[in-house]
């Protein structure tokens, strides 16, 4: 069920008990629903960022390309897609990338499920090390990657920019 407005203009949503969050991998149809999630996710970065994040061109196609390469993790609640991340395998490591949770959804656990999930793929890969990506200016996301025991391990230059512009961040799988 949706959340619904209260009479003091409040939301009230249901309880997480009565309206369960799954976790599972992305179906082919839901890349048009993964790419307006991941958009709508990312749309409170507009104008935040220089450069501007490239998640906001996030397709219906660049998601079908990234289901071919990668794994897709959704988080769904009553078949609805509130969350995602992608999970690309390097030799040494596992990325996870565009996490997105839906807005109305967020502080509700399922960011830190989708990373729970994400670090599950990368053990069954056979790799212990998982890694993230985080804008500089993102304080609010470092924070939650580190809270989840990620630690900052290098700072990056987005092309044409002399400075650091985003954080790599890894966590050692036990």
């Given at each position: 069920?949706?959340?619904?407005?209260?009479?003091?203009?409040?939301?009230?949503?249901?309880?997480?008990?009565?309206?369960?969050?799954?976790?599972?991998?992305?179906?082919?149809?839901?890349?048009?629903?993964?790419?307006?999630?991941?958009?709508?996710?990312?749309?409170?970065?507009?104008?935040r960022?220089?450069?501007?994040?490239?998640?906001?061109?996030?397709?219906?196609?660049?998601?079908?390309?990234?289901?071919?390469?990668?794994?897709?993790?959704?988080?769904?609640?009553?078949?609805?897609?509130i969350?995602?991340?992608?999970?690309?395998?390097?030799?040494?490591?596992?990325?996870?990338?565009?996490?997105?949770?839906?807005?109305?959804?967020?502080?509700?656990?399922?960011?830190?499920?989708?990373?729970?999930?994400?670090?599950?793929?990368?053990?069954?890969?056979?790799?212990?090390?998982?890694?993230?990506?985080?804008?500089?200016?993102l304080?609010?996301?470092?924070?939650?990657?580190?809270?989840?025991?990620?630690?900052?391990?290098?700072?990056?230059?987005?092309?044409?920019?002399?400075?650091?512009?985003?954080?790599e961040?890894q966590?050692?799988?036990?």
């Open positions: 069920m949706a959340p619904t407005s209260r009479k003091d203009g409040k939301v009230r949503k249901e309880p997480a008990e009565s309206n369960p969050v799954s976790i599972g991998p992305a179906r082919a149809e839901e890349a048009e629903a993964i790419a307006a999630l991941i958009r709508r996710a990312f749309a409170q970065y507009r104008g960022l220089q450069p501007e994040p490239s998640a906001l061109r996030e397709s219906t196609d660049s998601i079908r390309s990234v289901l071919e390469t990668e794994s897709v993790v959704v988080a769904r609640r009553a078949g609805r897609v969350g995602c991340v992608s999970v690309q395998q390097r030799p040494d490591i596992v990325f996870a990338r565009r996490l997105a949770v839906e807005p109305g959804e967020r502080g509700a656990g399922v960011g830190r499920a989708l990373v729970a999930e994400a670090e599950e793929v990368a053990r069954r890969l056979g790799i212990s090390r998982l890694g993230v990506e985080t804008r500089l200016a304080t609010e996301n470092r924070a939650f990657f580190q809270a989840l025991g990620f630690v900052e391990r290098a700072q990056h230059c987005h092309a044409g920019f002399a400075y650091p512009t985003y954080v961040l966590k050692t799988l036990i």
